[in-house]
């Protein structure tokens, strides 16, 4: 089954009074990787699981081209899901457990051992296929629950959080490991994840949600660098975020100002006047005499991180600032630090 | 000496190590419970059913098996017990399957399910002899709508005590069917959705071969309280035909002949054919997947 574009179209849905998805419209095309980000019951699995047809939408519609594909259940759809918890079948062996959609499909037996064995030698289980899902470590059951949704080679392949029950070592491995997959099978991809890092580095473009509604939907480079509110920021790595009023706005530019501190940033909300989210990423902030936007600060706390340190600190006015530096700095020592002005986003509250 | 002595850990550790501890006292009341109640009595039963009245030591076995009035007491019992635990069995599989998620009105079924439980056995034959005698309600309406001429027998033959196994034992076996399958990841399900498979296919390939040792459970127990029938095949049977069922044989001898070793001997005979039934399931059992089936347990 070949289609240009899956299209979703005002998707929402409540669950009583309580809307778990508002609206979404998204675009995917054939072979993209797109990332659903979020907190927790920030409407992430709801969204995927409207899609696989588990879940009824309450509005809106989802197309496959040209095919309306809401109403259908999810064994007509045929979209592969890898669950969180893997949903393994404990009663079957690792073949038999890839083998299942073929057979639900009335694959011819040769036909079925062949593209099992590939499936197999893909997730590199070859030598594991005898074996029954409790006898297999996280990383392999999770190998073999991708096996299991790509061996059909199904038009969409999604993924609910599906590292999130490894340790951090295997995460990393299974991360590539899924990122060649996809090139290797240019399957279009739907991957639920709450680690932005997990999105940014596996996914073609990341859709950012929040309470049910889209924040943002961009390229990693897009979210990562221009986050378009103070969520996003704050979710894309920006620890600072800091309440201040803005006192000036001249073109692209802001000034900011309050708790003792003065500063310019880059104007992403069209502010002119009043309160302010202002973000700036801990490593953005250089340490030394003579930078942008300098403020004078008191080192409270000293995280080692191999090449850097992680700094909590204070300013005067007792606001906390996060930065980073590879300069040797201990707990009680001063620090002038600064940032360029276009690495400081002001954001409406 | 005291070198050797601090190079092997204290004995109360090594002790420990294998499972063995104070705690282990916390046993103390059940296996006591357990011998003066059922080992004490079941060897006593053991040896009288073995010193009968008159001849040898196997003539109260001899004798049940040589008189037709006793032996096929034996399928009469399994006649009702048999058929009365399939039906609980099997209706608890789609009634439990549609109660195990979030259902409206899920408490409120459940609790009247399981009220029937609560009666005992002797207040749900009177109930049914209210209702389904020849003058209760059932037969009454059935007369007035002239959809019979005359009422139908439901009670003081087999149907009765039928009826009377299915109300008592069914809460139970219903019971028992919701846990097992509220043990069974709903995820599993889902992932055969996705995989192709329709409701049909995801039942007998997935919920029913999961589901199938806690069946076997659930039918050895139903089939232990179902075979052991006695007061609804005295109350709302026939017990001196139709459901002359086996408990009343071994009450016929010990309380009615006063022939206690015979008495004993039924008793006996009566768990060695529980067992039997249970051996083959649970030999029917052992040949299943059993491990771990994702849920909550």
Redesign the interface.
């Known amino acids: 089954m070949t289609f240009e574009q899956l299209r979703l179209d005002g998707v929402s849905r409540s669950f009583g009074s309580a809307n778990a998805l508002r609206g979404l419209d998204l675009a995917i095309a054939r072979g993209e990787f797109v990332a659903l980000l979020g907190p927790s019951g920030c409407g992430k699995s709801t969204a995927l699981n409207c899609l ?3 879940l009824p939408l309450t509005g809106g519609s989802i197309w496959l081209d040209d095919a309306r594909i809401d109403g259908q ?3 007509q ?5 890898v ?1 969180q ?1 893997y ?5 079957m062996s690792v073949r038999a457990n890839v083998g ?2 073929l057979k ?2 009335k694959v011819g037996r040769a036909e079925s051992r062949r593209r099992v064995d590939e499936a197999l030698r893909l997730v590199q289980l070859t030598e594991h296929a005898a074996k ?1 899902p ?1 006898q297999l470590s996280g990383g392999q059951q999770q190998r073999v629950a991708i096996a ?2 790509v061996v ?1 080679e199904p038009p969409v392949v ?1 993924m609910d959080e599906p590292l999130s029950n490894l340790d951090a070592k295997l995460r990393l491995e299974m991360r590539m490991e899924i990122r060649r997959l996809h090139q290797t099978l240019g399957l279009t991809t739907v991957y639920v994840t709450h680690d932005q890092e997990e999105a940014l580095s596996l996914a073609d473009r990341l859709v950012v949600l929040r309470e049910g509604e889209v924040q943002q939907i961009g390229t990693p480079e897009e979210v990562y660098a221009q986050p378009v509110n103070s969520y996003v920021a704050s979710f894309m790595g920006y620890r600072n975020l800091l309440d201040l009023t803005v006192t000036g706005a001249a073109g692209p530019s802001a000034t900011v100002e309050g708790a003792g501190v003065r500063l310019t940033g880059a104007n992403r909300g069209s502010l002119t006047e009043g309160p302010a989210k202002v973000a700036i990423r801990p490593e953005d902030f250089v340490v030394g005499d003579g930078a942008e936007n300098a403020l004078d600060v008191t080192v409270e706390i000293v995280e080692y991180h191999g090449r850097e340190l992680s700094v909590s600190a204070r300013l005067a006015s007792g606001l906390p600032v996060y930065f980073r530096t590879d300069k040797r700095l201990a707990p009680g020592d001063t620090a002038k630090i600064g940032v360029p002005a276009e690495r400081v986003l002001v954001f409406a509250p | 000496m005291t070198a050797v002595a601090s190079a092997r850990p204290a004995l109360r550790h090594r002790l420990a190590e294998r499972g063995i501890d104070r705690t282990l006292l916390l046993l103390v009341p059940g296996l006591l419970v357990t011998a003066c109640l059922f080992l004490y009595p079941f060897l006593y039963g053991l040896q009288l059913s073995f010193a009968p009245r008159q001849g040898g030591v196997f003539a109260n076995y001899a004798r049940f098996f040589g008189d037709p009035y006793l032996r096929d007491t034996i399928w009469t019992t399994l006649g009702i017990a048999l058929p009365a635990t399939f039906i609980n069995v099997l209706a608890s599989i789609p009634i439990a399957y549609v109660m195990r998620g979030r259902v409206r009105g899920k408490r409120l079924l459940t609790t009247i399910l399981v009220v029937p439980i609560t009666l005992g056995t002797v207040l749900t034959a009177q109930g049914l002899i209210m209702y389904g005698g020849p003058a209760g309600w059932l037969n009454k309406v059935l007369t007035v709508l002239g959809i019979t001429d005359q009422p139908l027998p439901l009670i003081h033959n087999y149907t009765g005590v039928l009826l009377s196994l299915v109300i008592t034992g069914f809460p139970f076996s219903f019971l028992l069917t919701l846990s097992y399958l509220s043990g069974i ?1 709903p ?2 399900e ?9 409701a049909v ?1 995801r039942f007998r ?2 919920t029913l ?2 589901l199938a040792p806690g069946l076997a459970i659930t039918f050895c127990l139903s089939f232990v309280m179902a075979f052991s029938v006695f007061p609804s095949a005295q109350l709302v049977g026939d017990p001196a035909n139709e459901t002359r069922v086996i408990s009343i044989a071994a009450y016929h001898a010990a309380f009615e002949e006063y022939d206690y070793s015979m008495g004993s001997a039924v008793a006996m005979l009566m768990a060695v054919i529980m067992l039997i039934v249970i051996g083959l399931v649970m030999a029917w059992r052992g040949t299943l ?1 059993r ?4 849920g909550k347990g």
């Open positions: 696989a047809g588990l259940p999810p064994e759809r045929g979209f592969g899901m669950f918890n949903a393994l079948f404990p009663h299942f959609g639900m499909r029954f409790a299991r949704a059909l999604l | 990841d995820s599993l889902k992932a055969a959705a996705t995989l192709g498979a329709n296919q390939r997935i071969p999961l997947y491990g771990a089936t994702g």
